[in-house]
């Protein structure tokens, strides 16, 4: 830190009590100077020889037969008129970044000009702070720092401006030429752990990084820290995302709380102001900040009771980057007074805005083309292949929410129907857990849950995993296998799995072999409600039980490889699919797809085989 010592003098002030300060001299003191609710006793000529106000002010006292005098008003208070009155003694005075504002504006306002005596305290302090002081960069910081409390002063003598220009000059300079200290112990710079960062066991100089300066400027008062950033954006010369590095550090280091995503202050107001500020500030270009970031701030913005623009200026901020974030990014908890542990309602509102920005019609035959020419080659940094990842993620976490209504996983799930999967285990993970934490959901709404589900896009795994799951609906099993069939069957020469099928069969499978991509949500209410009967399952079950899907042992990789044992495999289902509906027919149409979870069945499907007993949860 620079300072300046002035004067050579020994310090002679003395305290007397709190309120009271005296030169200590053989001379008797022949003047008091009340400066607030301090009272100075001094000696008139080394302060008349330098401050034109004094003058003045012991001028009109004299008329007046008084040895008081009252000075209200003056930028410091006590301590910086002190640091003036020692000047005019010749005292030892010691000025830094700390004091040297105030010492400056009280001169100022005691009017120790060049006019007055050669050498005046005011020179000195422009001196100093020109040759000095805005040179320096952590200087300049806290001069700019004590400039709030001496207002509208500092702005007046330009020293506010100064030290703006000194801190963004300094943060725009190429990083080659930073020779100052500062400080940074965000993260730890990856030249640190070049093997390539010692040569003969000495350590290379270390690369400075390009948001070197973004910790030091933190610690302003937000009023003058928007500046900092303002005056740095007007040069130009320091990119967006530099911008966001600054703004990120910013609200990690002075809202409570705002890491973890819990604002941990009642100082409302101060905190909503920090929020509010960061997002006026937020460059305009894409990608500047990380979408969690912007998660994080709305996180704040919310809890902190931001005004709507603030909110929907970051929804749509967010709404342009949505395929960055994470199903962590996306746990945004209820406000106070809602049922729902997170807040679904804010992410249907993302997804959305997404949704209407990314997907319009070209992009959706785009899309479409991308899926059906290559699925297993689908580019995984889609935007739309990553949000569709994200909500199922997401559906998966809050489906543990006791108090979430099917409503509302339904309408998000839709939201993103259209979007380009590869796969649907996701989604079907998302579906069991939410049927495994809300075992006394209706029909109805069973219905609505399992109709989101493209069966056909179930991993292997997947597949086998939802054959023993006693949590679907058994019509949903059957779809499952029919599609197991037809993979199966079409991997052999010559083989169509849908036509070694019955066409009843072939009815009950929404579009036949030649189904839309979304093809379980297309099925009528007629097809959902033909559910075999408990007899039609023991049948079932039997030929499961022979199919010996998977091996033995459920492996997967023992499934049968030759096309004489594929073929045989797909007949088999057939069989099973023929004594299924010729069942069905004999039975008619049987009460709803919780057939397969009724007390009845359960005892039937018990005695029948172990196979269905098995069938368990992938959450």
Known sequence: MKFMKLGSKPDSFQNEGENTRYVASELATDIVVNVGDVKFYLHKFPLLS???????????????????????????????????????????????????????????????????????????????????????????????????????????????????????????????????????????????????????????????????????????????????????????????????????????????????????????????????????????????????????????????????????????????????????????????????????????????????????????????????????????????????????????????????????????SETVSSFPRSSHDGLYRAIDMYLKEHPGISKSERKRLCKLMDCRKLSAEACMHAVQNERLPLRVVVQVLFFEQMRASSASPGSNGTSELPGPIRALIPGGSHGSSRSTTTNTEEDWDSIPTAEDIKVLKGEIANLRLGGPDGNSKHVAKTDAEKKMKGLMMSRIFSKLWSSKDRSGEISSSETSESPASTNAEEKSTPSRSRRHSLS
């Open 50 to 412: 330098k401050s034109a106000r004094l003058q003045k002010l012991v001028t009109a006292s004299n008329n007046e037969n008084s040895d008081d005098i009252h000075i209200t008003g003056i930028p410091g208070g006590p301590a910086a008129f002190e640091i003036c009155a020692k000047f005019c003694y010749g005292m030892t005075v010691t000025l830094n970044a700390y004091n040297v504002v105030s010492a400056r504006c009280a001169a100022e306002y005691l009017e120790m000009y060049e006019t007055v005596e050669k050498g005046n305290l005011v020179y000195k302090i422009e001196v100093f702070l020109n040759s000095s002081i805005f040179r320096s960069w952590k200087d300049s910081i806290i001069v700019l720092q004590t400039t709030k409390s001496l207002l509208p002063t500092a702005e007046e003598l330009k020293i506010v401006s100064h030290c703006l220009d000194s801190i963004s000059s300094k943060a725009s300079i190429d990083t080659n030429k930073v020779e100052w200290s500062y400080t940074y112990n965000r993260k730890k710079l990856s030249s640190e752990n070049d093997p390539d960062s010692h040569w003969n066991g000495v350590r290379k100089s270390q690369t400075v990084p390009k948001d070197w300066w973004v910790e030091d400027i933190s610690e302003l008062h937000i009023d003058l820290y928007k500046r900092v950033i303002i005056t740095i954006k007007t040069k130009g010369k320091v990119p967006s995302d530099v911008i966001g590095e600054a703004l990120s550090a910013f609200a990690v280091r002075r809202i409570p709380g705002f890491g973890k995503g819990v604002i941990q202050t009642n100082d409302v107001v101060k905190y909503r102001s920090y929020a509010e500020t960061i997002i006026r500030l937020l460059p305009s270009e894409k990608g500047s900040v990380s979408c969690s970031f912007l998660l994080k701030l709305l996180r704040a913005a919310i809890l902190l009771d931001s005004g709507e623009i603030f909110r929907n200026e970051l929804t749509r901020k967010i709404g342009k980057q949505l395929g960055e974030a994470t199903v962590g990014d996306f746990l945004i908890r209820s406000s106070t007074g809602e049922t729902s542990v997170f807040d679904i309602n804010l992410v249907q509102n993302l997804v959305e805005d997404f949704a209407t920005r990314e997907c319009g019609v070209q992009a959706d035959v785009e899309d479409a083309f991308l899926e059906i020419s290559s699925p297993k080659k689908m580019v995984s940094d889609s935007p739309k292949v990553n949000v569709a990842k994200l909500v199922d993620g997401y559906l998966t976490e809050i489906s543990r929410d006791p108090n979430l209504p099917v409503s509302k996983f339904v309408n998000l």
